[in-house]
């Protein structure tokens, strides 16, 4: 692996990728031998390793792919990039006119309506890729997720070294949210519908007497809600979106009769 690694990084310097490198790491993502980005191995609450040499291998099959015109179920395309096949053999179920790309991986029990997953994204087992939803390059979504109708979860290759978007194992993600910018959602947190998260948005917990501001991360088993924030400027106060922290998932063994709780308790659209 190392010196795949050394293969790839050598074709990034020179500027002549190593072709039969880009195939191989693609090849490995594909079969999940690979990703883009490894969970912390002991703390969960600890960081991901972003491998961005794999990420680099991502952008050098942009230039080494040729682009090719075929069909898949009576549909027709021209990329540079193919389908992904095999999906019976990994026990994966894409309902057409759902699309999965060649060098994403999803485990064993994940469905994907139609939506769409790009390269480079894994997906853990069981978790549901539900209509209109689209998971963005390299982004990586844990087991047991859902990502409901119309959801956004945002692409990040470039540059390569920068933090995908990640979704922890058994979050639920409600109906045209959207998850941009390298956010972390952590395990069993809620997101109600049409919450945006960049970067850059203030994620607002409001459960204690004093609000607390964070970025670029949502606590696990955390309850969210849209909401806004008045800010002043030179022509006036104008008011702008943030996500609120209104809750807890309580603990239970069973997450759908957890989640379904959470749902009716905090009254929450999905």
């Known amino acids: 692996m190392t010196s795949l690694q050394e293969r790839i990084e050598a074709g990034a310097a020179s500027g002549r990728p190593d072709e039969d490198a880009v195939h191989e790491v693609m090849d490995q993502l594909d079969r999940g031998v690979l990703r883009v980005a490894e969970p912390p191995s002991t703390d969960p609450d600890g960081d991901w390793t972003v491998h961005a040499w794999v990420k680099t291998a991502i952008l050098q099959y942009f230039k080494v792919a040729q682009m090719e015109e075929g069909s898949h179920g009576g549909m027709p395309y021209h ?17 057409p006119p759902g699309a999965v790309r060649f060098g994403a991986f999803l485990e064993r029990g994940c469905v994907v309506m139609p939506g769409y997953v790009n390269l480079g994204a894994y997906v853990g087992a069981g978790s549901m890729v539900d209509t209109w939803a689209t998971v963005g390059s390299c982004a990586q979504i844990g087991a047991g997720v859902h990502l409901s109708g119309g959801v956004g979860i945002g692409g990040v290759l470039e540059p390569p070294q920068a933090a995908p978007v990640i979704i922890e194992d058994g979050a639920f993600i409600g109906s045209r949210c959207i998850v941009v910018e390298g956010v972390r959602v952590g395990r069993e947190a809620v997101l109600g519908a049409g919450v945006v998260v960049t970067a850059s948005t203030p994620i607002v917990d409001v ?22 924030r008045t800010r002043t400027f030179p022509a006036g106060e104008y008011t702008l979106p943030c996500a609120l922290v209104i809750g807890e998932r309580r603990e239970s063994t069973d997450r759908k009769t957890s989640l379904n709780d959470v749902l009716r308790e905090f009254a929450l659209a999905v």
């Open 79 to 95: 990329d540079k990039i193919p389908l992904k096949t095999r999906l019976a053999e990994q026990g994966v179920r894409v309902v």
């Open 207 to 228: 459960r204690g007497d004093e609000e607390i501001v964070l970025r670029g991360r949502i606590p696990p088993r955390a309850v969210v809600v849209p909401g806004t």
